[in-house]
């Protein structure tokens, strides 16, 4: 069965920093796509970071490129999303994903983000 658990949302000032992990069990992080979503409450998930299938490449959504910093540690099956200079734009619920060998998607329960001005 595949679990992912994320952790290490909170309430930040605007400028400061958190950093998301999102532990797996059931499936290892490193070859098939995995990535950070966001949601704001009544609008479309958005990818925030991504790194596609291969591992050789990171993605970012141009609002937070050169703040937002995606990476995995192999050794504990956990990925992380660093978030410098946070802004309130940045606010809402953060999701990770993996997929598996066949494609197949899978979530986190997500973990709010909450940025004060």
């Known amino acids: 069965q595949v679990q992912l658990v994320e952790s290490g949302g909170g309430l930040v000032q605007a400028g400061g920093s958190l950093r998301l992990s999102c532990a797996a069990s059931?499936?290892?992080?490193?070859?098939?796509?995995m990535g950070w979503y966001r949601q704001v409450r009544g609008k479309q998930r958005e990818l925030v970071a991504g790194i596609p299938s291969g591992g050789t490449r990171t993605n970012y959504a141009d609002s937070v490129k050169g703040r937002f910093t995606i990476s995995v540690d192999a050794s504990k099956n956990t990925m992380y999303l660093q978030m410098n200079s946070l802004k309130p734009e940045d606010s809402g619920v953060y999701y990770c994903?993996?997929?598996?060998?066949?494609?197949?998607?899978?979530w986190g329960q997500g973990t709010q983000v909450t940025v004060s001005s």
């Open positions: 059931g499936i290892s992080f490193g070859f098939n796509a």
């Open positions: 994903f993996s997929n598996d060998e066949a494609s197949r998607t899978y």
